[in-house]
């Protein structure tokens, strides 16, 4: 493994260390990071303002019980979502949920 690639695993540990906060994700203990600013960001720039979801989060890719689909119903700490998006970087998924009942 190159330099780059230990740093970015090094920074990405100590960010999740320091930002994140752990969730029940169906019922499975997961460490994400809560972005609302950049959901309010998003909605802005790529959907013309429309409200999209009501929570964006990050999580490392290797935490994740599978892959996630858009479409699929999430319980984030027993309240039900339905997955919007899903992006996937640098070992991390960017995921935007919806209230299932949106």
Same mark, same amino acid.
Request: hydrophobic content about 35%.
């Given at each position: 493994?190159?330099?780059?690639?230990?740093?970015?695993?090094?920074?990405?540990?100590?960010?999740?260390?320091?930002?994140?906060?752990?969730?029940?994700?169906?019922?499975?203990?997961?460490?994400? =990071?809560?972005?609302?600013?950049? @959901?309010?960001? $998003? #909605?802005? *720039?790529?959907? !013309?303002?429309?409200?999209?979801?009501? /929570?964006?989060?990050?999580?490392?890719?290797?935490?994740?019980?599978?892959?996630?689909? =858009?479409?699929?119903?999430?319980? @984030?700490?027993? $309240? #039900?979502? *339905?997955?919007? !998006?899903?992006?996937?970087?640098?070992? /991390?998924?960017?995921?935007?949920?919806?209230?299932?009942?949106?």
């Amino acid at each position: 493994m190159s330099n780059l690639s230990n740093q970015a695993i090094d920074d990405l540990k100590i960010f999740f260390e320091d930002f994140s906060e752990k969730v029940y994700l169906n019922g499975i203990p997961i460490d994400i =990071v809560i972005d609302l600013d950049r @959901l309010q960001d $998003r #909605s802005k *720039k790529e959907y !013309d303002g429309i409200h999209v979801g009501d /929570l964006l989060y990050y999580c490392k890719v290797n935490d994740f019980p599978h892959t996630p689909e =858009v479409g699929e119903v999430q319980m @984030l700490n027993k $309240r #039900s979502y *339905k997955v919007f !998006d899903v992006r996937e970087d640098l070992g /991390l998924y960017e995921i935007i949920l919806k209230g299932a009942s949106s």
